[in-house]
T-cell receptor
Framework: EAGVTQFPSHSVIEKGQTVTLRCDPISGHDNLYWYRRVMGKEIKFLLHFVKESKQDESGMPNNRFLAERTGGTYSTLKVQPAELEDSGVYFC???????????????FGPGTRLTVL | AQSVTQLGSHVSVSEGALVLLRCNYSSSVPPYLFWYVQYPNQGLQLLLKYTSAATLVKGINGFEAEFKKSETSFHLTKPSAHMSDAAEYFCAVTRPFGNEKLTFGTGTRLTIIP
């Protein structure tokens, strides 16, 4: 069974440009999460999809970030325009199982390292 | 609000020695607790989790952790370190009800000395 995949693995862009990150969850997983780790700090929650619906987007930093999950399969996270403080590693995770069961494991992808110059 | 504190951003132990990675949590409700490990160029992998059953939890690769409510701790241990244990370790907490998000500590990078 394939794990969670993320693309690209690295992205270097200039301030003001746009970047789109992609996450492919484990097949059949309805729950998809985005997290971010800024250098030297903790991994922080950004948002949670259940199928194609945003269940919780309380961690999204501002309106420069737009997440979508059309069709309830893969998800994209767009940053437009990118700022220096957006640099970090963006992780995606997916979870199957019963809705709301927090004992289920969230499976993480390898992350996308974003550098904004 | 919930939070996690991992004492020691870097820990070094000799091969064969005890591994002890510290995690303290803060939570207004009984928490669920997790340890994840990240090997180079890989995603976070679940080592073990506490979900209000046995307080001593055994995970993969010989790791275990004990939930101590009185100390608000969930320290990770392994009796004998192996070179392959070199990685970054993250402690995380979530609530049994409400928001599903994981709240992570800042991580501890474990180095194994040959």
């Amino acid at each position: 069974e394939a794990g969670v995949t993320q693309f690209p693995s690295h992205s270097v862009i200039e301030k003001g440009q746009t970047v789109t990150l992609r996450c492919d969850p484990i097949s059949g997983h309805d729950n998809l999460y985005w997290y971010r780790r800024v250098m030297g700090k903790e991994i922080k929650f950004l948002l949670h999809f259940v199928k194609e619906s945003k269940q919780d987007e309380s961690g999204m930093p501002n309106n420069r970030f737009l997440a979508e999950r059309t069709g309830g399969t893969y998800s994209t996270l767009k940053v437009q325009p990118a700022e220096l403080e957006d640099s970090g590693v963006y992780f995606c995770a997916s979870r199957g199982g019963v809705a709301g069961d927090r004992t289920d494991t969230q499976y993480f992808g390898p992350g996308t390292r974003l550098t904004v110059l | 609000a919930q939070s996690v504190t991992q004492l020691g951003s870097h820990v070094s132990v000799s091969e064969g020695a005890l591994v002890l990675l510290r995690c303290n949590y803060s939570s207004s409700v009984p928490p669920y607790l997790f340890w994840y490990v990240q090997y180079p160029n890989q995603g976070l992998q679940l080592l073990l989790k506490y979900t209000s059953a046995a307080t001593l939890v055994k995970g993969i690769n010989g790791f275990e952790a004990e939930f101590k409510k009185s100390e608000t701790s969930f320290h990770l241990t392994k009796p004998s370190a192996h070179m392959s244990d070199a990685a970054e370790y993250f402690c995380a907490v979530t609530r049994p009800f409400g928001n599903e998000k994981l709240t992570f500590g800042t991580g501890t990078r474990l180095t194994i000395i040959p």
